[in-house]
């Protein structure tokens, strides 16, 4: 593609990664007739044969799939996610509530579900609170250049930690945004790690069913890292209490068996437990973050842009702190910084969700005519004895 190619709308950024991300896309609209602001786009790509960088097809051209956003939009979703393909979603935030009993069913499944908050013009945040227990990990984006990154983000780390994400923002936020370039295509290569992607596709989940458990549970392929390191010790230990345990096992046995002779009541069979199975650990919330900072470290390194998971805005004497979510929290952090020492809120902090840009970035974004009071603000690290916990789980 040429270089000179520019993304100019949230939607569009958006839908590249989910192209570039999966073997199937499934493109939410509101009917088959009428685009979605993400649909176009999914059409001129696949019309243009271009190549993907996960789909395991001859062309690496992704599958795309239209559904109507009444037509129970996420059922799509099962049979591809447990043949061992990967799976995104384009939607407005309309279809989130309604499917909210698939959410909790896919939510230990590497799917990323990509959404524009609706309406325009006054974005319905409380639909994300609304689901903010069902088990899936939330990404928010306000600026064009958020949205490309979160996107990346979104697929890399559902693939790591093998949970669902949801990726959302207000289009409202990026409106008056400057254009963007196309995404760097060997970053993006690089933070997906094709041979973690190939292994997820070689595999099958062996699961039915739509609304009650199947037993399937999220593998985080960083934790199985992790655990490879200290194998050998906990195999040595584990090898020698099996040992033991058969041992006494069959003493036991061959008591009753003689016990057994001389008496005329039977005794059932027992059997010598000779291996053990251990279950794969649980991907926790710790995990999640574990991995989204080395995502934004890789993002670092190559691009120089900078994320966090919360960021702090704020004097360092604060003795109070909002947590502040929505569509614009520059508002609020432009009052802080901006207070007198009399001022009521002179000591208060803020900290808001992720992803944050780096000061120096926001600033220079602020000090643009055309983007008056859009964007996050961040500063200085928060007070070193202020403690905060997780607003959301």
């Known amino acids: 593609?040429?270089?000179?190619?520019?993304?100019?709308?949230?939607?569009?950024?958006?839908?590249?990664?989910?192209?570039?991300?999966?073997?199937?896309?499934?493109?939410?609209?509101p009917s088959l007739a009428a685009d979605s602001e993400f649909s176009s786009h999914l059409k001129r790509f696949a019309s243009r044969k271009d190549r993907g960088i996960v789909a395991a097809t001859e062309d690496t051209v992704p599958e795309i799939q239209h559904v109507r956003h009444n037509n129970d939009p996420l059922l799509s979703v099962f049979a591809p996610i447990r043949s061992g393909k990967l799976v995104s979603v384009t939607t407005s935030s309309s279809i989130l509530l309604p499917s909210i009993s698939h959410l909790y069913k896919l939510a230990n499944y590497p799917v990323v579900l990509h959404v524009s908050l609706q309406p325009r013009g006054f974005a319905d945040y409380s639909v994300i609170t609304s689901i903010r227990n069902s088990g899936w990990t939330f990404l928010q984006s306000e600026t064009l250049q958020e949205v490309q990154d979160m996107a990346i983000t979104a697929h890399a780390l559902a693939l790591r930690t093998g949970k669902a994400v949801i990726h959302f923002f207000s289009p409202?936020?990026?409106?008056?945004?400057?254009?963007?370039?196309?995404?760097?295509?060997?970053?993006?290569?690089?933070?997906?790690?094709?041979?973690?992607?190939?292994?997820?596709?070689?595999?099958?989940?062996?699961?039915?069913?739509?609304?009650?458990?199947?037993?399937?549970?999220?593998?985080?392929?960083?934790?199985?890292?992790?655990?490879?390191?200290?194998?050998?010790?906990?195999?040595?230990?584990?090898?020698?209490?099996?040992?033991?345990?058969?041992?006494?096992?069959?003493?036991?046995?061959?008591?009753?068996?003689?016990?057994?002779?001389?008496?005329?009541?039977?005794?059932?069979?027992?059997?010598?437990?000779?291996?053990?199975?251990?279950?794969?650990?649980?991907?926790?919330?710790?995990?999640?973050?574990?991995?989204?900072?080395?995502?934004?470290?890789?993002?670092?390194?190559?691009?120089?842009?900078?994320?966090?998971?919360?960021?702090?805005?704020?004097?360092?004497?604060?003795?109070?702190?909002?947590?502040?979510?929505?569509?614009?929290?520059?508002?609020?952090?432009?009052?802080?910084?901006?207070?007198?020492?009399?001022?009521?809120?002179?000591?208060?902090?803020?900290?808001?969700?992720?992803?944050?840009?780096?000061?120096?970035?926001l600033q220079a974004r602020l000090q643009h005519p055309k983007h008056h009071q859009e964007g996050r603000c961040s500063g200085t690290d928060p007070p070193k004895d202020h403690q905060m916990g997780s607003p959301i789980d």
């Not at 593609?1 to 939410?28: F, G």
């Not at 062996?206 to 199947?214: E, I, P, R, W």
Request: with cysteine; charged share 20%.
């Open 172 to 361: 409202d936020t990026s409106a008056r945004d400057e254009p963007i370039g196309l995404e760097d295509f060997t970053v993006v290569r690089a933070v997906l790690d094709i041979e973690g992607v190939r292994r997820f596709q070689a595999s099958t989940i062996k699961a039915t069913g739509l609304y009650a458990d199947d037993g399937h549970a999220a593998v985080s392929s960083d934790l199985q890292e992790v655990e490879a390191s200290g194998s050998s010790d906990k195999t040595s230990g584990l090898q020698q209490s099996t040992a033991s345990l058969a041992s006494k096992a069959v003493s036991e046995q061959s008591a009753k068996t003689s016990q057994a002779s001389s008496s005329s009541t039977p005794i059932g069979a027992s059997s010598v437990a000779t291996t053990v199975e251990t279950a794969a650990p649980r991907v926790t919330s710790e995990d999640v973050y574990t991995c989204a900072s080395r995502i934004w470290e890789q993002l670092n390194t190559a691009l120089g842009r900078q994320y966090n998971a919360f960021e702090y805005t704020g004097p360092a004497n604060a003795e109070n702190c909002l947590f502040i979510f929505g569509s614009d929290t520059s508002a609020f952090a432009q009052a802080i910084n901006s207070a007198k020492p009399d001022d009521v809120y002179a000591k208060i902090g803020i900290l808001t969700p992720p992803p944050v840009p780096t000061l120096d970035r």
């Open 1 to 29: 593609m040429a270089t000179s190619v520019q993304i100019r709308t949230p939607e569009e950024a958006a839908a590249r990664i989910a192209y570039l991300s999966s073997d199937v896309v499934i493109s939410v609209q």
